[in-house]
């Protein structure tokens, strides 16, 4: 299974790297991973907020900053498989924005199995 989420800022790389080591996660219980597009959004949505505070911001600086109005994604911030491919053939993914998890690489040490582009 391959997932991407591309999101336009490269700040939050530690959320959507942790992110997708939960996605992984859910994926590896019972190696099945038949969510819709709007499924993933809902779910993302609902996750990005509370890993956004647990592990890159704890509530240190941004004080009027809203994780839950920014850290947003859409449907069509979402590829899936053969779609990965062809974003990135057609894209500039060099700053750090895209972020794909590859199960077929699960087992490699370093988390080699999510990418950020």
């Known amino acids: 299974m ?9 700040d939050f790389v530690n959320t959507f790297v942790l992110l997708m080591r939960l996605i992984k996660e859910a994926y590896v219980q019972d190696e099945t991973f038949n969510f819709t597009k709007a499924q993933i959004v809902e779910i993302v949505n609902g996750l990005l907020p509370g890993i956004y505070r647990l592990f890159q911001n704890r ?4 004080s009027n900053f809203s994780p839950h109005a920014y850290l947003r994604i859409e449907e069509k911030d979402v ?5 990965i491919d062809d974003y990135m053939k057609s894209e500039c993914v060099d700053n750090g924005t895209f972020y794909v ?3 077929d690489l699960i087992g490699y040490s370093n988390n080699a199995y999510i990418y950020c582009f």
């Open 2 to 10: 391959r997932l991407a989420i591309n999101f336009p800022d490269n």
């Open 79 to 83: 590829y899936l498989e053969e779609e």
């Open 101 to 103: 998890l590859d199960t």
């Open 59 to 62: 509530f240190i600086r941004r």
